[in-house]
Every structure is written in C-alpha cells, then in structure tokens.
C-alpha cells in the first residue's frame, strides 16, 4: 500500500487566477511546463488530460503534472467558476518533487481553502513589499489543506491498508470518535501491545494514533460547522471535547483557521 509519508518541498508560484468562465470558454490545448492546481468551486465542464476525459463538478480538484497535456471546457449552461494556480515544485535540495495527488479529486467546496485562493490572488496582484514571501506561505497552506483533504481520507486510508487489525482500529475510531477512545478498548479489539499497536498504525498510516483521533474529530467538527446550524460548544461536545479552549486550539492547529472563520455567511 502507499505509505503516507511527510512531504517536505518549496513551491514557488508563477501564476494564479480566479476564472469566472464565460459561455464559450475555452482552454487551449497546452502542455503544462509546472505543476497546475484547478480548484472549481461553481459550475460544471469538462478537461482532457493526457488523452484522459474528465468531467468537472463543483468541489472537484484538478492536479496536472509538469508535462502533462491538458484542454477544457465550460458547460455553457452551467459556467465554472475555478480557482487555479501555476507552481515549480522542488525539494530543499533543488530536486523535482512529485505531489502525491490524483489528477482528479473530489474534496468538496470548502470556505477555508476558497479564503486562501483569494489570499494567495491578493497578494499575487498587489504585489506589496515582501510578497513573495507571503506567496510562498500561503500557498504552503493550500498545499497542505489540499494534502489533508486528498491523503488524509478515511475512507481511501481504510481500502489501501494491507492489515486488518489496523483496519479495524480506524472504522472503530470514525464511529466512535465522539466517545472517549482508550489505549485499552483498542488494545483488545486489535490483540496487540500498545506500543507496537501505535508503530504499526504510524507504520501503515503515516500518522500516530493519537493524531488520527484528533485529525478525526477536527474534521467531522469541520464539517458540522458548514451547516451553519448549531453553536460552537455543541459541536465541540458532539466530537469529544469538553474543554472548549482545547477544541479551539485543535481545530486551529489542524485546520489553519479558527473555528468561526468556517461558518457559512448568512
């Protein structure tokens, strides 16, 4: 199975656009020189990539390699609205990094990851002292909102894991995670000792156990908050934290922006 393992790269961007397509919108057939990121948040179309065709809804993430050949197109009836962005990806050595993402993902119309397209197509446009800089951080934070939103999904976790027993042990937790999970509970439902137990999930998964819970809860919290109809200490109750401050601090180190900033506007 594909190990899940820290990536560790330094984009740099050489273009980025907000496309409100028209009607008759087309995309050239090109070849692709960097990495491209289409993020299409409105709408639906189609892309050809690499002889492959792809059909373009809402939510849709779109990777294109360097080199890849790529065209596209709008439905007429029902424009796209796409967030993309352009970048050379290399590790801190200088060599050609590849991006463990599919050509096509759906990961959904999220409120956090549109604010930081806007961000990154602000600061590319106003181009203020220092910019690059932030260009550079922002779109670190796109890359790994995306990773997490790829990668980090239960269900792909579950279907690529070789063990049964570590299986076992991440659907106990997705259905659980609202209780308190105890090294014990998973200790005999998995007939391993806790400290193997642990180097094995960390083995097959890429993260630790306790990671996983907190990454588990954070993001069914997330999800609960974009319905936008219930209060904040409800929801952080219904995920397993009594301590509102603790859930506060979590939800911001895992999904890089505090908690009322991913409520849906009235």
């Known amino acids: 199975m594909p190990e899940h393992n820290e990536v560790s790269f330094a984009p740099h961007t050489t273009y980025t656009v907000f496309r409100k397509c028209t009607r008759d ?3 050239p057939r090109f070849v ?6 289409s993020y299409v948040i409105e709408g639906s179309g189609y892309y050809k990539i690499n002889g492959i065709n792809y059909k373009a809804e809402a939510g849709d993430l779109f990777c294109s ?4 050949i790529r065209e ?3 439905s007429p009836d029902k424009l796209m609205k796409i967030y993309a962005v352009d970048f050379h990806l290399k590790d801190f050595n200088g060599e050609a990094v590849n991006l463990p993402i599919s050509v096509k993902t759906h990961i959904g119309v999220h409120k956090d990851l ?4 806007n961000d990154l197509i602000t600061a590319w446009t106003e181009k203020s002292s220092g910019y690059t800089i932030k260009i550079h951080g922002i779109l670190l934070l796109i890359l790994h909102r995306i990773y997490e939103l790829c990668v980090f999904n239960s269900e792909n976790l579950v279907n690529s894991i070789d063990d049964y027993r570590i299986a076992r042990v991440i ?3 997705d259905a659980n ?5 105890t090294v014990e509970k998973l200790t005999a439902l998995t007939k391993l000792e806790p400290h193997y137990l642990n180097t094995l999930f960390r083995q097959k998964t890429g993260v630790s156990l306790h990671q996983y819970i907190i990454k588990t809860r954070i993001h069914n919290a997330y999800n609960m908050l974009q319905t936008g109809n219930q209060r904040l200490g409800d929801i952080a109750s219904q995920c397993g934290y009594t301590d509102i401050y603790h859930f506060y601090k979590q939800f911001k180190k895992v999904i890089g ?3 009322a900033r991913c409520v849906p506007s009235a």
């Open 25 to 27: 919108w087309t995309l």
């Open 171 to 173: 659907r106990y937790i």
């Open 32 to 37: 692709m020189p960097n990495y491209d990121l």
């Open 114 to 117: 549109i604010q930081l397209f």
């Open 177 to 181: 995670y609202a209780q308190k999970i």
């Open 65 to 68: 390699p360097p080199g890849s």
């Open 72 to 74: 596209g197109r709008t």
């Open 257 to 259: 922006i505090p908690p």
